[in-house]
T-cell receptor, first 112, second 117 residues
Framework: KQEVTQIPAALSVPEGENLVLNCSFTDSAIYNLQWFRQDPGKGLTSLLLIQSSQREQTSGRLNASLDKSSGRSTLYIAASQPGDSATYLCAVLPSNDYKLSFGAGTTVTVRA | EADIYQTPRYLVIGTGKKITLECSQTMGHDKMYWYQQDPGMELHLIHY???????EKGDLSSESTVSRIRTEHFPLTLESARPSHTSQYLC????????????????FGPGTRLTVL
């Protein structure tokens, strides 16, 4: 059974600092890995999706890397802003199914 | 970008009532999912469907039921609501197939926050 772990569980940084969020998974037989953002009481917003054959994806200030062999992905957010405060979840899609396995998330607070 | 709609957004009802949470998507996605999430807690998959007339229970046992009569519609029903059903319910769908740039990217609706008194 795929286990997805996100460390740290919570993170507080001053505005302008770069954010580094970690995600690890136990089974490397994945189809893709997706990073989501969730604001309190809201649904999830898809940020980036990395296919298993890719090493990284970028969108604006966000960059996600994937090392499938070691079971790790990292989400980098450059020059953080208070509006980046949210919970960030990673999820992996196995290569033989259509159900995502989610991590518990990292809750980020960016202090003005 | 997928458009997924959930209604109602907020629902407060009394114990024993029958309720249906609506979920619809406009992109023709064949795969749809229901998740349950308590405040500050992890997501749990409670139901999923890979196509019309196909539904399966998820990893978390739930007293709710679902149906998939049309591709775009995936309602969730509670026959008799109880306070233990108080939670947020999130609907999602997945794009797939060669016509999409990001195969199997999952998109979420805004959620329904249910409170059973």
């Amino acid at each position: 059974k795929q286990e997805v772990t996100q460390i740290p569980a919570a993170l507080s940084v001053p505005e302008g600092e770069n954010l580094v969020l970690n995600c690890s998974f136990t089974d490397s037989a994945i189809y893709n890995l997706q990073w989501f953002r969730q604001d309190p009481g809201k649904g999830l917003t898809s940020l980036l999706l990395i296919q298993s054959s890719q090493r990284e994806q970028t969108s604006g200030r966000l960059n996600a890397s994937l090392d499938k062999s070691s079971g790790r992905s990292t989400l980098y957010i450059a020059a953080s802003q208070p509006g980046d405060s949210a919970t960030y979840l990673c999820a992996v899609l196995p290569s033989n199914d259509y159900k995502l396995s989610f991590g518990a998330g990292t809750t980020v607070t960016v202090r003005a | 970008e997928a458009d997924i709609y959930q209604t109602p957004r907020y629902l407060v009802i009394g114990t024993g009532k029958k309720i249906t949470l609506e979920c619809s998507q406009t992109m023709g996605h064949d795969k749809m999912y229901w998740y349950q999430q308590d405040p500050g807690m992890e997501l749990h998959l409670i139901h999923y469907s890979y196509g019309v007339n196909s539904t399966e229970k998820g990893d978390l046992s739930s007293e709710s039921t679902v149906s998939r009569i049309r591709t775009e519609h995936f309602p969730l029903t509670l026959e008799s609501a109880r306070p233990s059903h108080t939670s947020q319910y999130l609907c999602a769908s997945t794009a797939g197939g060669p016509s999409y740039r990001f195969n199997n990217e999952q998109f979420f609706g805004p959620g329904t926050r249910l409170t059973v008194l």
